[in-house]
């Protein structure tokens, strides 16, 4: 689900996060506010007091297409982690896999379906492609 902050005044969006796509990217709303100091658009003098209302959460819906996901699996202090995303990382080892959406879907959804195949059977047991 996108994360997005906006301009108290005039709506701007200032910052868009999707965490699915990138979780370790997530800027603090004072860097996102640094990088700014005034809103683009009404010029008002933003501030890092980022309230509730800033900040928008719109789920991530991919139209049909054809898309390439992205699975990494990561050992963590709780465990094993299985990250789906849409943004290659070139740190982690992983696999690619090829996703046709045939009608409007829910990123969560396809990510939620990749996660409970790689922990019933294993990252290398995924398929090269997926049809959702
Ligand atoms: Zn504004």
Do not use: H, W
């Amino acid at each position: 689900m996108p994360i997005k902050i906006k301009c108290r005044k005039c709506g701007f969006i200032l910052y868009t996060y999707d965490m699915f796509s990138d979780p370790q990217g997530l800027a603090m709303p004072i860097q996102v506010v640094d990088s700014y100091i005034l809103c683009p658009r009404c010029g008002r003098e933003l501030d890092a007091n980022v309230k509730p209302d800033d900040i928008v959460i719109k789920p991530l819906i991919l139209e049909p297409g054809r898309y390439t996901i992205y699975v990494y699996t990561n050992q963590t202090g709780a465990g094993y982690a299985v990250v789906v995303t849409m943004q290659r990382r070139k740190y982690r080892r992983g696999k690619a896999v090829k996703v046709i959406v045939k009608e409007k879907t829910l990123f969560s959804e396809i990510s939620n379906y990749i996660r409970d195949l790689v922990k019933k059977k294993g990252i290398d047991s995924l398929p090269k492609e997926i049809v959702f």
